[in-house]
């Protein structure tokens, strides 16, 4: 009877492993579309651009995970993704921040937005850098082996990541002032 009752309860736990985890679908600033990632397996994924009649594209692809922030554009061909814990960089680098140059740490060398194609190209990234001043750098919540960065995510107080009426992306890095990305 244990045997049985064990395999039973094996059989509903490997079950619920094997279940497909989806992001948050997020709407366009039109209302006319709305994006997410769905993990069927780990390291298994596919994006889905929907609308109300269902699905309109959709490409085989890990740009992500399911708890990172998609953004549809109001023609439902681009996406944008804000990734709020990020994995630290491996690579440092030197880059000019108006007329002096200010090295970058390795942590804050890693892509932390990314804009997509209906296929799935990178069609452009940002990183920190590009988002905040070196000054700023220490209002980030830095942990082991990832970091936070975006307000109004994770226990950052704050207002969280929006699109707005004119079709922009709009977030405040920590310590930082407003951002607003294009498709």
């Known amino acids: 009877m244990r045997l049985i009752l064990s395999l039973m309860l094996l ?3 490997l079950s619920a492993l094997s279940a497909e985890r989806a ?3 997020r709407v366009s600033a039109n209302g006319a579309f709305s994006v997410r990632l769905v993990e069927t397996a780990p390291g298994q994924c596919r994006v889905e651009m929907l609308q109300e009649s269902g699905l309109v594209w959709q490409f085989a692809g890990c740009i992500g995970s399911v708890n990172d922030l998609y953004f549809a554009s109001n023609d439902g061909e681009r996406l944008w993704v804000l990734v709020p814990l990020v994995e630290k960089g491996k690579r440092s ?3 000019k921040q108006g007329k002096r140059k200010v090295r970058v740490p390795a942590w804050a060398n890693t892509t932390v937005a990314a804009l997509y194609g209906r296929t799935g190209e990178k069609l452009k990234e940002m990183r ?5 001043s070196a000054r700023q750098w220490g209002e980030v919540r830095q942990m082991q082996g990832h970091f936070k960065w975006l307000e109004g995510t994770l226990g950052i107080p704050g207002t969280g990541p929006r699109l707005t009426d004119d079709e922009k992306v709009e977030f405040e890095p920590v310590g930082s002032k407003t951002q607003r990305l294009s498709f």
């Open 11 to 13: 059989g509903v736990a």
């Open 128 to 132: 920190l850098p590009e988002l905040m």
């Open 23 to 25: 992001s948050k679908a």
């Open 93 to 95: 680098t030197v880059e």
